[in-house]
Each structure stands twice: as C-alpha cells, then as structure tokens.
C-alpha cells in the first residue's frame, strides 16, 4: 500500500497565482480531510467528503478556497488567488467509513506564497 | 468555545524515563480520542485510539488514559529512546449526522536524549 499520495511537496507562488493541491487516497478509504497546518493554528480542518461528496466545508477560510473529488481515488483543493497568509502546510488524510478509524494522512504539501 | 490544549513547551527527558504528555479539553463531549506523532516534513501517524467508555489502553511501551471527568488524556511512553523524539498530537473524535471527524491539538514536542 502506498499509503496517501500528495503533490507537489513545496509549491512557492506569487501573491495572486491560482494554486492547485493534489491527493490520491488509499484505496477503498471513503472519506477524505483536508487539513491546513501552522505555527500558530496548528491542524485545522478545512473540508471532509465522504463517497466523493463534501460533507462540511465550514473549515474552508474564505471563497478563494474550493476543492473537488471527481472519482474515488483523486482531490485536489485550489487557491485562487493566493495570499501571503495562505502559507502553511496543507495535508490531505483519508479514512475508511468505520466511526473511529484512524486518518492516514500524507507527508503534505508545503506552500509559500511571496 | 471548544479548546483542546497541550503543553506547547517541549518536553526534555532523558532516554530510559517514562514520558508523560497532557491532553485537556474544554465545551467537547468526544466520542473517542487518537494520539498521533508527527516527524518533521511529515504527515502526522496514528499511535492509538481510546474510546470514552475506556480508561486505558496499552501498546507495547504506550499507554493512554482517558479521563471524562477530568476532561483530559495521559500519553505515556515508557523506556523512552532517542528514536521517541517528535511531535505528538492528541486528537478528539465526535460524530456529526453520522459523520466522524477529528480535531487536532496543537501538539507537544518530546526530546529523548541519550
């Protein structure tokens, strides 16, 4: 298993540049997180799906946020535009549907935005 | 409003001893609780889970309390090593229309040294 698949590792942007995030899950995992990490803020939960659908994205910041899951095994979530304060690091985990099983997330995309 | 907190202060201790890490919570009634650890530049990894009905759970050299009461978990690792050095989130599980999710601790960093 190769376990949660996250691309790129670092994105460095300019102010005002379209972002685009991606993750391919575990296979048969059916829900998904996106998280957002920082110093001060520590993990938060932007945006969940489950079965390719989004369940609650009252995590996600502000309109310039948005993220899709077209199939089973791919998401992406996109900054347009981006902001320096949009730095952070972003991980995407998936879960498989039993309550209390843990996330797997992956190593994370690391995003600057000058 | 909701609070998780854990000792932002690393945690120095030397390779042999029991560590401890603090989890407290306010204004949350979880379902269960994870404890992760999180290397540098990587995705954070599940350790263990302890459900609300549990008092403790036990893994090789970890231990987990869950006190509801109290509002506030234990992590022990015992015969702590070097390798034991890194960031370890405690995480709370609630159920929302029949979805789970999770929401994260900032974390405490625990350094074994030799």
């Not at chain 1, 995590?59 to 979530?77: I, W, Y």
């Not at chain 2, 970890?62 to 960031?87: C, E, R």
């Not at chain 2, 989130?89 to 030799?114: D, E, Q, R």
Request: charged letters at 20%; one cysteine or more.
């Amino acid at each position: 298993d190769a376990g949660v698949i996250q691309s790129p590792r670092h994105e460095v942007t300019e102010m005002g540049q379209e972002v685009t995030l991606r993750c391919k899950p575990i296979s048969g995992h059916n829900s998904l997180f996106w998280y957002r990490q920082t110093m001060m803020r520590g993990l938060e939960l932007l945006i969940y799906f489950n079965n390719n659908v989004p369940i609650d994205d009252s995590g996600m910041p502000e309109d310039r946020f948005s993220a899709k899951m077209p199939n089973a095994s791919f998401s992406t979530l996109k900054i347009q535009p981006s902001e320096p304060r949009d730095s952070a690091v972003y991980f995407c985990a998936s879960k498989s549907t039993a309550a209390n099983s843990p996330l797997h997330f992956g190593n994370g995309t690391r995003l600057t935005v000058t | 409003s909701q609070k998780i907190e854990q000792n932002s202060e690393a945690l120095n201790i030397q390779e042999g001893k029991t560590a401890t890490l603090t989890c407290n919570y306010t204004n949350y009634s979880p379902a269960y609780l994870q404890w992760y650890r999180q290397d540098p530049g990587r995705g954070p990894v599940f350790l263990l889970l302890i459900r609300e009905n549990e008092k403790e759970k036990r893994k090789e050299r970890l231990k987990v309390t869950f006190d509801t009461t109290l509002k506030q978990s234990l992590f022990h690792i015992t015969a702590s090593q070097p390798a034991d050095s890194a960031t370890y989130l405690c995480a709370l599980g609630s159920m929302n229309s029949g979805y789970s999710t999770l929401t994260f601790g900032k974390g405490t960093m625990l350094l074994v040294s030799p």
